[in-house]
């Protein structure tokens, strides 16, 4: 079989493939949130409500999600988990009023909880460690993409086929890549496709975090460690501005800046174009401060989320501006100092362990991401409407300044060797 000259970056396409899929039917109702509100007679806490049922499956489920994909594969676990986030997706048109339209979102929740560790799975099993960050940033931008691409297209189906038709078309396209990722994907090591350069590459360029017996003793030694609680704490404090951006914009634009639904499709977009910039540049920051300034492969990532929190001053000063065009503005700057930060953030679970362990500490970092994110939105739902949304956006700044901080203490003395041989370069 003819084999495929730098597959890994095939497969993290792929994965990015995925996750566009997957931000798409996310974001759906987070476009569609004025209009549903209306049709259903929804209040903005019991939208809130709405957007919470997805926060706690999804929640619940990042760890479990993690677990599984660790003990059946990448393979299964990933097309199953996508099947059925499809069929719940696709389920959202059935919807009647905010509490059937809740229930379904948990269920969605369940499933798409699936993305991160699965995605941070496939970085550690076909990527050595210099490359871990810039593929990252690629699969990570997958998250930004559907969130892009979600405005005009969930607009155009909702004006002309009827509001159905959003979470029809999104919740059907997981089908397909699910189909597409059972059919294409294999471990490096079972890859008919790679060449046995690069996959001598890729082992050669993986240092062993620790040497442990392969046994099923991982959740507790995962847990136990500072470099999870590190992780898990920076997630905590970062994930409410992304949720914020991803559920509450479209919303902010019609009932803040009186923005109508063509003109929220026009602008939505812009800030997760931004995201998208922001975690391809973390991607390439940290090999630039390796090669450039010598940096420790560890304080590369953390020197990165530093300056994306210092950003972040910019978006919690949204409620401040006169102008829409600079409130979305600011929101574009938050997205590229967001997605920097997670892409960082998100590369150091496999940068310190083990690739068996990832699947299993990136979704119980995802879970304490969830639980920030949540309770935030909840937070929003019951204060919106009475504080407004300007010291809200303020105190997202505020949190990811507290989570960088507590990054840089928790993470000290934590080393990794990021150094390839010469045929990872090659390959």
Aim: glycine share 10%.
């Amino acid at each position: 079989m003819k084999k495929v000259i730098g597959l890994r970056w095939w497969i993290i396409a792929l994965v990015c493939a995925g996750t566009i899929v997957n931000y798409l039917s996310r974001n759906a109702l987070g476009v569609m949130a004025a209009e549903l509100k209306t049709l259903m007679n929804m209040s903005t806490q019991q939208y809130s409500y709405v957007v919470g049922a997805f926060q706690i499956g999804y929640t619940i489920m990042q760890p479990v999600c993690g677990l599984i994909i660790d003990l059946i594969g990448l393979r299964l676990g990933f097309a199953l988990f996508a099947c059925l986030w499809s069929a719940t997706g696709m389920a959202h048109a059935l919807a009647t009023g905010w509490i059937s339209l809740a229930a379904l979102r948990g269920l969605m929740g369940l499933s798409e909880a699936v993305a991160i560790p699965a995605g941070m799975k496939v970085v550690a099993e076909w990527f050595p460690n210099r490359e871990k960050s810039v593929a990252v940033g690629y699969f990570n931008a997958g998250t930004s993409l559907g969130s892009l691409f979600a405005p005009p297209l969930v607009v155009f189906l909702s004006l002309r086929y009827g509001w159905q038709s959003a979470f029809v078309v999104t919740g059907a396209m997981g089908f397909v890549w699910a189909a597409s990722w059972y059919w294409l994907y294999r471990a490096p090591g079972a890859h008919p496709r790679i060449g046995e350069e690069e996959r001598r590459a890729i082992a050669e360029g993986q240092t062993p975090v620790a040497q442990h017996p392969r046994t099923r003793r991982r959740i507790r030694e995962v847990l136990g460690t500072r470099r999870f609680w590190a992780i898990a704490q920076a997630r905590f404090f970062a994930e409410p501005a992304w949720q914020t951006f991803s559920f509450w914009i479209p919303l902010y634009l019609a009932t803040e800046r009186h923005m109508d639904l063509k003109q929220i499709a026009m602008f939505a977009w812009l800030p997760f174009l931004a995201a998208d910039l922001g975690g391809l540049f973390g991607g390439y920051l940290s090999p630039f401060l390796m090669k450039r300034l010598r940096m420790p492969l560890v304080a590369s990532r953390i020197t990165g989320v530093v300056l994306g929190a210092f950003m972040m001053i910019g978006p919690a000063c949204i409620g401040l501006v006169a102008s829409p065009y600079e409130a979305i503005a600011l929101f574009c700057v938050g997205g590229f100092a967001h997605q920097m930060i997670s892409a960082l953030v998100n590369t150091l679970a496999a940068d310190v362990f083990e690739p068996g362990d990832v699947g299993t500490a990136a979704g119980f970092a995802g879970m304490a991401a969830w639980i920030g994110g949540l309770g935030f939105s909840l937070m929003v739902g019951a204060l919106a409407d009475t504080v407004g949304f300007t010291p809200l956006f303020g105190a997202l700044g505020a949190f990811d300044l507290i989570g960088a901080a507590l990054l840089v203490v928790l993470m000290r003395g934590v080393k990794v060797d990021a150094k390839p041989p010469e045929s990872a370069l090659r390959a």
